[in-house]
Every structure is written in structure tokens, then in C-alpha cells.
């Protein structure tokens, strides 16, 4: 029986759809996707930040919508991401993000992937959320862009 990954995909990677440096690492990703190669998963808080989005973005996430499992915040994951902010790993200011990857560590996702390289896809405050994720009971996870995810598909 093959393994399927579970992805928690975050809001910049639909965006990044439609950027002229993310473009093309971000349809061969969703292609994938398209192909079963791997799950998607998103939260509300993706559907949250796709509310204020430009028109083309949330009509490319309405044309795939089929393609997710929407993951729901819960008591844990909420506890989780104020672990992540306590302990400095990100600001208040970055509370979605880390929301983000608490949702996608107590659902059990084993990667995040974004574009969000400031914030999620960083490595300096990839070992602390893992760092607090295991602390706290929960698994270690993944973060990469596309492009890694992708690899040699292009």
C-alpha cells in the first residue's frame, strides 16, 4: 500500500499562482495534486485570508476545492499556536501563521508547504516549532516551498 503525504497547504501558495517567480512551481503543485500524488489540507483560516484576495486567486481556489480536507482549530491546535507565540517563535502580528502550523501538526499533516519564507518556510524558526510541537505531545512536521515539494516534476 503506498503512503499518501498530507499537505497543509497555506493561503500564499494559491497566490502564488498567479506571481511571475512562484507561478510555475506553484501549478505544477496543485497539477500534482490533480494526479493524487499527494493530499491537500487547508483550514478556515485559509478561506479567512482568501477573503480579502484578488478575484482571480479565489476563483482559482474555487475551481479546486475538491482537492481538500478542511482541517477545523481546535482546543489543542489553539493551544499550540500560543505556545509558538509565548515562547517568541513568531509575533502577535503572526498569529494566522502560527495558527497554520499548529492546525497542520495536531491534525497529523506531514508537510506544510508555503511561500511564506519570512514567517513559516524559515530556518530559524523551523526547529523551535518542532522544538514546541514535541514538548507539547505533538509530532514533528515538515515546512517546505512548492519548489521542494515539487522536486524533479518540473
Excluded at 489540507?41 to 475551481?63: D, G, H, M, T
Excluded at 502580528?93 to 519570512?118: G, Q, R, T
Amino acid at each position: 500500500m503506498k503512503m499518501v503525504a498530507r499537505i497543509y497547504v497555506d493561503t500564499s501558495v494559491f497566490g502564488g499562482v498567479f506571481d511571475l517567480e512562484f507561478e510555475h512551481p506553484s501549478k505544477i503543485f496543485f497539477e500534482l495534486a490533480q494526479k493524487n500524488k499527494f493530499s491537500l489540507c487547508i483550514s478556515p483560516v485559509v478561506l479567512f485570508e482568501l477573503e480579502n484576495s484578488p478575484e482571480k486567486v479565489s476563483k482559482f481556489f474555487s475551481a479546486h476545492t475538491d482537492l481538500f480536507e478542511i482541517l477545523e482549530p481546535d482546543d489543542s491546535s489553539l493551544r499550540l499556536q500560543t505556545e509558538y507565540l509565548r515562547h517568541g517563535v513568531l509575533t502577535e502580528k503572526s498569529e494566522n501563521d502560527a495558527l497554520h502550523i499548529a492546525i497542520a501538526s495536531v491534525h497529523n499533516c506531514n508537510i506544510i508547504v508555503s511561500w511564506n519564507f519570512k514567517h513559516i518556510v524559515n530556518w530559524k524558526r523551523i526547529p523551535f516549532f518542532n522544538a514546541i510541537n514535541v514538548e507539547q505531545g505533538h509530532s514533528t512536521i515538515q515546512i517546505y516551498s512548492p519548489w521542494e515539494v515539487i522536486g524533479d516534476e518540473i
